[in-house]
């Protein structure tokens, strides 16, 4: 009795040893093979469509992302508008240097009637 | 509120040019030489105040101060509005080169009215200066929106529809330009109320403030 009764411990043990190791081992098995004939095969045209709308959603985006960048390129940056104060700066600077330049030295015609210029007409009498 | 490339029919560009290159060589030709700093530095502040972006209800709006340049440079402003938008159009973008005689007369023949306007009006105190100053800059951006419709109109647009658009939209460009040209020329006013004076008719000697002494040191010159 009591070495039918080992003799079952030990089946009983074994029986629970085996158990795990195919949990552990054996059931990704069967279950991996197991799933397609689980599910019935998916159509391809539904699949197609939703990789499709999955695609078309990204290019969406990424066109919106596009349209972003291109409207943030487009606007000015701060280098355009520093070149272009410059550009004013500049230009009215050279403008003022020139008429200053034309205040400052007459035309050779128009010595004799400058009033700022009396040592000029002095030499010359 | 820029004419972009090829929207107007080529007589009207070429015209236009024409119009504004008369225009600007009166406004060279007016613009004394004492005066070209003031010129410089309101053409800076005109090329840049496109910039400044006020946001307005779901859309947003910028500035655009021709009366305001009108109002401080009196026949000059029609060169500091030309090369701005010259400017503007080379580096922003802003408007086509082709179409820049036509974007230099709208903003620029509502510059020098809103500048005649201001002197004629301006009389001596310093509330009444500022209530016609901001009444010119509204004055200058309503006037642009109006030759902006008329020129659209020879590109065979109809003129009040357009005129209708172009007014509603610009309605808060309209009251924010009038307030901002108002504070300036409070400002303008109270710290260096000679800016105020262009000489429209030359050789006309600029008058100080008789009533509204300035508040400089007295040891400052009168004139910067």
Not at chain 1, 27 to 54: C, F, I, K, V, Y
Not at chain 2, 137 to 143: F, I, P, Q, S, V
Not at chain 2, 158 to 172: Q, S, T
């Amino acid at each position: 009795m009591t070495g039918c009764g080992k003799g079952l411990f030990w089946g009983k043990k074994l029986l629970v040893a085996a158990a795990l190791l195919a949990g552990m081992i054996g059931m990704p098995g069967p279950a991996r093979a197991e799933s397609p004939e689980a599910q019935p095969p998916p159509d391809p045209a539904a699949l197609l469509a939703e990789q499709n709308a999955a695609l078309s959603r990204d290019l969406r985006r990424i066109h919106r992302e596009l349209a972003a960048l291109r409207a943030d390129m487009s606007r000015p940056g701060l280098q355009e508008v520093f070149a272009g104060i410059g550009y004013i700066m500049g230009l009215f600077g050279a403008a003022a240097f020139a008429a200053s330049r034309r205040r400052d030295k007459p035309p050779p015609g128009s010595a004799d009637n400058d009033p700022n210029a009396p040592d000029r007409g002095q030499g010359r009498t | 509120m820029h004419i972009s490339d090829g929207v107007l029919p080529i007589s009207i560009t070429v015209g236009s040019y024409a119009a504004s290159a008369a225009l600007a060589a009166w406004s060279v030709r007016r613009t004394r030489s004492e005066e070209l700093p003031k010129v410089a530095v309101v053409t800076a502040a005109f090329f840049v105040a496109s910039l400044i972006h006020v946001p307005f209800g779901p859309t947003s709006v910028h500035l655009l101060i021709p009366g305001l340049a009108g109002a401080l440079l009196g026949p000059s402003a029609f060169l500091a509005i030309g090369l701005g938008l010259l400017l503007q159009s080379i580096l922003f973008q802003f408007g086509g080169l082709t179409a820049l005689g036509a974007n230099a007369l709208m903003m620029g023949v509502p510059a020098l009215a809103c500048g005649v306007f201001f002197q004629k009006l301006k009389g001596r105190s310093r509330r009444r200066q500022s209530l016609v100053g901001g009444l010119a800059g509204a004055l200058g951006t309503a006037l642009a929106a109006l030759i902006l419709a008329l020129l659209l109109a020879s590109g065979g647009e109809d003129f009040f529809g357009v005129a209708k658009i172009a007014l509603a939209a610009h309605i808060p460009v309209i009251l924010i330009e009038g307030a901002v040209s108002a504070f300036t020329v409070a400002f303008l006013v109270r710290v260096k109320p000679e800016l105020l004076a262009p000489a429209f008719v030359q050789g006309r000697p600029r008058q100080p403030e008789l009533n509204a002494p300035p508040p400089e040191p007295p040891d400052s010159p009168a004139h910067g």
